[in-house]
């Protein structure tokens, strides 16, 4: 059996798992990333990628043209709509979450329609440009140790049988909603496992024509004989349509290519032609992990988490966790921080875990109003539907209930304004109260993530977000500068940037106030561009006062 011994060992090269080792390649890391499966995903998943996502990839220094290359239009995917079949009636329609401009005075990436299938390979390829990442395909993880310095673990080519140990410092499982790893730990998933199961038929078909006056990425088949939903990954090409089946009676066997494309052409309404491209099965569920790890094993994305698709948090959550995790683990590895800064790590990530899977499932048990209103919960048939939509009171029910869903396909202010209420910061009075998932409102409050603001540097448009080093932590000041450099030459121990406000880079006196600082006082930013401590003014011993600041975050009262 060959030995390999790496810094860092990366358990699934999906999307979480391999921004997570392009974070810890930029800090110089070097990490082994084994794959079960034989390449980057080739049939739909994901399709929703929100502005913080976006946002993490800019600091990962990903090539973000080539990632919006493959973006889907907002003219095509802006919009979801209710029909009674794909070719049939609308019933009414709802925007997309906010894919234009109106996003940019909060985000310089607004949320867009990627399907996982086109992103994985352009993660693939950026890695491969990466110094010190080894991504292999087709080596499954099998089983881990841990000592007090480090995880030996074994992992197998499946081609060849090959066994190898990998002694690792540290492992990070991003292996899914199934993780081997998570199991092997003990640790238990809290929530309903099985909340409803889906047959997800990929088919290919140019569709133009058909949806041009209706253009939506989701279009949900309201007529309970051909109910389900069609997604839209090319509207000219590619689309994937999901069929609800009980797995407890059938099982993907029972579904051949003709059973399936009857399927699709019964919810479509016509006769068009199409080619099945894949089929698979799934569970949606809702559960959070009791823990994110155990020692020096850490979980990430679907491994400690698995929400409902309605609201599209799965993957967002996921790089979320690896950028939170990411920075924790280098300042530890390089002696800035105590391993106590890990234990934030899931302090932080399972509050945030939590709110998303409750407001996924509550999405998806407000999808139900609709066949309530059109009554056709209780009597499943297309005459029911047709005689509802007749109806004038009923139409008007119908279109209140599409209306309830509003919230779920628009969570700016969850996918912004998550806050870390404790962990890796310095409290300062009660957070702000949660308020709606649609309503997103920018706060420099410790824990909240930094408010973005338009900069001009060098000539070039930035954003505030980009002013944050994941070298290490940020000081942005407002004033007082001389102070505050002499406070930050003074912390020789932790690798502190000091951004000067009206010095180094110009921001609208407003971007200021958003962040409620006076004009002597500063933010203090961690790597993933989280608040870690706010001065509204300049403390009276600011060197001393920061000093502490940086002990109490990283675990180092000293």
């Given amino acids: 059996m060959s030995r390999i011994d790496v810094p860092f060992l990366v358990v699934g090269a999906g999307p979480v798992g391999m921004i997570e080792a392009a974070l810890l390649a930029n800090r ?94 352009i993660l693939a390829e950026a890695l491969g440009k990466l110094p010190g990442v080894d ?16 995880v030996t673990s074994i992992v197998r080519e499946l081609g060849s049988g090959e066994a190898h140990e990998v002694r690792s410092r540290y492992l990070v499982a991003a292996d899914g909603a199934g993780s081997r790893v998570r199991r092997s730990l003990g640790i238990e998933m ?77 919810a479509i309404g016509q006769d068009v032609p199409l080619e099945i491209l894949h089929k698979g099965t799934w569970h949606m569920s809702s559960q959070v992990a009791d823990g994110m790890g155990h020692g020096r094993i850490f979980l990430a994305g679907d491994a400690a988490h698995r929400f409902p698709p309605t609201g599209g948090l799965g993957l967002n959550s996921g790089f979320q966790d690896a950028h939170n995790l990411a920075w924790k683990l280098c300042a530890v590895e390089d002696g800035w921080a105590t391993p106590s800064l890990l234990e934030t790590y899931a302090k932080e990530r399972l509050q945030v875990a939590r709110e998303n899977t409750r407001q996924s499932l509550k999405n998806a048990m407000k999808m139900v109003r609709i066949p309530q209103a059109l009554g056709t919960e209780v009597e499943p048939t297309s005459a029911r539907l047709a005689e509802s939509l007749r109806d004038p009171e009923r139409r008007r029910a119908v279109s209140d209930a599409i209306e309830a869903q509003a919230e779920h396909f628009d969570m700016l202010g969850l996918q912004l304004g998550y806050l870390y209420a404790e962990g890796a910061l310095v409290p300062e009075g009660s957070p702000p109260a949660p308020g709606s998932p649609r309503e997103y409102v920018p706060t420099a409050h410790p824990g909240a993530r930094l408010p973005h ?30 102070r505050w450099a002499e406070a930050v030459e ?3 121990s932790v690798p502190v940037a000091h951004v000067r406000v009206g010095v180094d880079v110009e921001v609208d006196e407003t971007w200021r106030e958003t962040c409620g600082v006076g004009a002597t006082g500063a933010l203090l930013v961690r790597p993933d561009q989280h608040v870690g401590w706010r001065a509204t003014s300049l403390p009276e011993e600011p060197g001393a006062r920061l000093a502490a600041v940086l002990g109490s975050i990283l675990g180092d009262p000293s």
Avoid at 135 to 149: A, I, P, V
Avoid at 239 to 261: A, I, K, L, N, Q
Avoid at 461 to 481: M, N, P, W, Y
């Fill in 135 to 150: 991504l292999r395909h087709g080596w499954q993880w099998e089983s881990s140790e841990q000592d007090e310095s480090g």
């Fill in 190 to 266: 809290q929530g309903p496992q099985r909340i409803q199961s889906f047959l997800m038929i990929h088919f290919g078909a140019s569709l133009r024509e058909m949806v041009r006056d209706r253009l939506g990425v989701l279009h949900f088949v309201m007529d309970p004989e051909a109910a389900g939903a069609f997604i839209a990954h090319d509207v000219d090409r590619e689309w994937v349509y999901m069929h609800e089946f009980d797995p407890d009676r059938e099982s993907e066997e029972d579904y051949d290519d003709d059973r399936c494309r009857q399927l699709v052409l019964r």
């Fill in 453 to 482: 603001a338009w900069i001009d540097v060098g000539g070039s448009r930035r954003s505030t977000l980009d002013l944050v080093s994941f070298e290490g932590f940020t000081l942005i000041g407002f004033g007082a500068h001389e």
């Fill in 490 to 492: 003074g912390i020789a």
């Fill in 28 to 121: 110089g890391r070097a990490c082994l990333v084994v794959e079960r499966r034989a390449g980057p995903q080739t049939a739909p998943a994901a399709h929703v990628v929100n502005a913080r996502t976006f946002e993490i990839c800019r600091q990962a220094g990903l090539d973000m043209e080539a990632i919006d290359a493959v973006c889907k239009d907002p003219a095509d995917a802006g919009h979801v709509r209710f029909v009674t079949r794909l070719a049939g009636e609308e019933i009414g329609h709802l925007p997309f979450e906010r894919q234009g401009e109106e996003c940019l005075r909060f985000t310089p990436t607004p949320l867009r329609n990627l399907s996982q299938h086109r992103f994985e390979p």
